[in-house]
Structure formats: structure tokens, C-alpha cells
């Protein structure tokens, strides 16, 4: 009986301690259980943190788009293309831009014995007075109008007088890659034209701008134009205008005193070159312009575009390489603007060309070199046997893309007497709204 109670009580004890090993277990693995969830827990805190980073960093980047797309509409005021400021989100918060552009001019001949030999003293086409002048100053404004039509008016401010330079309207929905302008703007023709004298890489204009172009032709009228949708750009277009602009300078009464075409084509040359060409023609029917004449008149301009840098990159080095050839064709009648008395036909040719290279070594600096010259009729009004030109050179400064100082040297042979050697210092700021310019 004794041996009996022994017994059971031993197999009481094992089952004890087989039962206290069983809870231990179950606690031991509860643990795990325990941490394993806590380190899960902390993972998804640090998901919710990152997602909360990465919701963050979305809406900022959601501003930032905001913010370009309200910049648009200024960017369309110089770009190639006016349809693309279709969806410009300042509708109806018009981008402001103010250009102030002031200069020093010291000149070795008085500006007011300045003549040049085969071309009449067209406003425009001579020397500035010496010394400070604030020059030529712009105020823009553009934006969209509504999802169709884009708008611009820029006014210019010069001894003490204020211009309506441009004032037009663009379509930005028209199909099959067509655009049309509408009111006061600059003439596509050329390369040179189109610009605004402010995105120029030399103080003043070349000598072909200035004497058949007066600087630059603007006037009243439409534009369309027609961008091919092909892998090299192509581009068409015509004008007509009211004719009231040099060389035009009276129209034919009609309403229409200019018609004007152009094509352009251009395209990339690997990732470092790219290069734009075009020919244009500017007819107008004249009555009476500044150099006195009436009857036909035809401007022929062929233009051509160089430009190399690393990978594409212009802002922080490369090389530009431009020209045009201007060819000027007159047939009509002459009457001397200082005495109407004086008559004669004028039926005659006259040229003008230059040639430029502008070497930009960084972001801050470049330099560049300008040779113009003009080819003057042999007979007929103003005919001369002395044909000018100039050399120019220039170094500029630009701490960004609103500000820049230049520094520019000319040496101007206007006719077979004369010399004109001129300094300019030249500084240049951009207020508000940007905009992109063009190739």
C-alpha cells in the first residue's frame, strides 16, 4: 500500500512539471508574438511618415507646377510658337514685364554730322546723342484671354514719348499646327525683325536693319503662319499690313500697303548643334516714304542660324553663329524731301549683309564680334560709289537672365571721310514676368 501512495505521488510531480514546461513555453512564444507585432507596428509608423513626406513633396511639386504655368503666358510673349500658350493658367492675371535699358555713348564724329553714303537719314538709321541716355524702355502685358485667344500689348518709352509697340492677339486653338495674329506686331521676315531689340547680343542694330529697315518693320495687320507637323520645323507664313512702317511709309491707300512671306526650317544636329534658315520678302506700294520715293518696293532677306554647345546647354557655354543678306528693290519716282520740286526715277538696287559670332565661355560672360556693310546703288538717288560698313565688338556681363552690363567698341566708316569710333556701355534689367526667348 505504501509502495502504491509512493508511486502516485511521483507521477503527480512529473505531471506538475510537464504542466509548468507547458506554460513556460506558451508565455515564451506570447512574447515573440509580442515583439513581432511591435516591430510591425513601428514599420507602419514608418510607412504613415514616409507617405505623409510623399503626399508633402506632391503638393509642393503640384505649386511649383501652379506657379510655372502662371509664368506661361510672358514666356508666349517671345517664344516661336504663340499657340502654345494655350493653357497658361493667368487667364485673366495678366503677366507684367518692364525692360529698362539705359546706356552711355561717347562718339569720335558728332551725331550730327553723321551721313552715310547711299542711304537717306531715316529715323533710326544714325547714332544716338553722346552721353547718358535712358534709351529705349518696354512695358509688357500678356495672358490668355480665354481657352482660344492669347493677347500682348507692349509699350515703349524713349525721350520722353510713349509708344504702343505691339498690341495683338494670337489663336491658340486653331487645327493642324495653323496660328493667326491679329493688330500691331513685328513682321516674321527675317531673323533679326521679329525680336525685341532688348534680346539683341549687340547694342545696336546691324547696318542693313537700320537703313532698309529703319531698325525694325512693325505695323498694323494680320499674320498666319503654319508649322508643318514634321520632324524637322518647317514653318510658312504671310502677312499683310497696313503700310505704314519705313520702307513702306504711306501705303497705297487701300487699306493693304504691305504683303510680306516667309519660310523658315531648322532642326538639331546631334545633342551639341542646331541650326534655323529662311528666306523672306517684304513688298509694299509706297506713297512718299522718308527717303522721298513712291512706287514699288521689294526687300528680299535670306537669314541664317549656327548655334553649338555642350549637350545642348546654352546657358552655361557655346558659340553662335548668325548672318543675313538683304537685297533692296526700287522702282518708282523720287521727290527730295527738302525740296518737291526736285523729281527723278528711281529704279535701282542696294544691299546690305553682316555677319556675327558671339562666344559665350560661361554662365556670367561672353564676347562677340559684328561685321556690317552695305552696298549703295551706282546710280539714281543717293547713289554713291563708297559703299559703308563697321566693325563691332562686344564683351558682356549677365548675373542672370533679368540683368546684364555690356561693354561694346564700333569703328564706323559711314562714308569716305568720316570715321566714327563709339563706346557704349550698356545696362539692361528684366522686372516681373520673363518670358522664354526665341532660337
Not at 509548468?20 to 509608423?45: M, N
Not at 520632324?231 to 502677312?239: I, K, P, S, T, V
Request: a negative charge; hydrophobic letters at 40%.
Amino acid at each position: 500500500m505504501t509502495r502504491k501512495l509512493c508511486f502516485l505521488a511521483v507521477l503527480a510531480v512529473l505531471a506538475g512539471t510537464a504542466e509548468g514546461a507547458t506554460d513556460k513555453q506558451r508565455i515564451a512564444e506570447l512574447e515573440a508574438r509580442i515583439k513581432a507585432l511591435e516591430a510591425s507596428a513601428a514599420q507602419l509608423k514608418v510607412q504613415a511618415e514616409q507617405a505623409g513626406a510623399a503626399a508633402e513633396a506632391a503638393r509642393a511639386a503640384i505649386d511649383e507646377l501652379k506657379t510655372g504655368q502662371e509664368q506661361t503666358a510672358a514666356a508666349m510673349a517671345d517664344a516661336a510658337a504663340p499657340e502654345a500658350a494655350s493653357s497658361n493658367g493667368n487667364a485673366f492675371n495678366p503677366a507684367i514685364l518692364l525692360v529698362l535699358n539705359g546706356s552711355y555713348q561717347s562718339h569720335s564724329l558728332d551725331p550730327a554730322n553723321y551721313w552715310r553714303a547711299g542711304f537717306a537719314p531715316v529715323e533710326g538709321a544714325g547714332p544716338e546723342t553722346r552721353g547718358f541716355s535712358l534709351g529705349e524702355s518696354e512695358l509688357a502685358f500678356s495672358s490668355n484671354i480665354d481657352d482660344k485667344f492669347y493677347g500682348q500689348m507692349t509699350l515703349a518709352f524713349g525721350d520722353g514719348s510713349v509708344e504702343v509697340e505691339e498690341a495683338y492677339i494670337d489663336t491658340t486653338a486653331l487645327p493642324d499646327g495653323l496660328s493667326l495674329r491679329a493688330g500691331r506686331f513685328f513682321s516674321n521676315i527675317g531673323y533679326l525683325n521679329s525680336h525685341h531689340a532688348h534680346t539683341d547680343s549687340f547694342f545696336d542694330r546691324p547696318l542693313a536693319y537700320q537703313s532698309l529697315l529703319a531698325n525694325q518693320y512693325g505695323d498694323d495687320g494680320v499674320q498666319l503662319r503654319w508649322v508643318a507637323p514634321t520632324d524637322l520645323y518647317l514653318e510658312f507664313g504671310a502677312e499683310l499690313f497696313a503700310g505704314n512702317g519705313f520702307p513702306a511709309g504711306g501705303g497705297n491707300g487701300n487699306g493693304v500697303g504691305t504683303k510680306t512671306a516667309f519660310v523658315h526650317v531648322g532642326g538639331d544636329v546631334g545633342s551639341d548643334n542646331a541650326w534655323l534658315a529662311g528666306a523672306s520678302v517684304l513688298d509694299a506700294e509706297t506713297s512718299g516714304n522718308d527717303e522721298g520715293f513712291s512706287g514699288d518696293s521689294r526687300l528680299y532677306i535670306l537669314d541664317a542660324t549656327w548655334k553649338w554647345a555642350p549637350q545642348g546647354n546654352f546657358k552655361d557655354g557655346g558659340f553662335t553663329l548668325r548672318g543675313e543678306y538683304m537685297l533692296d528693290q526700287r522702282d518708282g519716282l523720287f521727290t527730295d524731301p527738302a525740296d518737291p520740286n526736285i523729281t527723278a526715277l528711281w529704279n535701282g538696287e542696294r544691299r546690305g549683309a553682316y555677319i556675327e559670332g558671339v562666344y559665350r565661355f560661361s554662365r556670367f560672360w561672353e564676347t562677340g564680334y559684328r561685321y556690317d556693310r552695305l552696298w549703295a546703288d551706282s546710280s539714281g538717288p543717293y547713289a554713291s560709289d563708297y559703299d559703308p560698313s563697321r566693325h563691332s565688338m562686344m564683351v558682356t556681363w549677365r548675373n542672370s537672365e533679368f540683368s546684364l552690363f555690356r561693354l561694346q567698341f564700333s569703328q564706323d566708316k559711314p562714308n569716305d571721310t568720316d570715321t566714327d569710333n563709339a563706346v557704349y556701355l550698356q545696362y539692361q534689367t528684366s522686372l516681373g514676368a520673363h518670358g522664354a526667348h526665341k532660337f
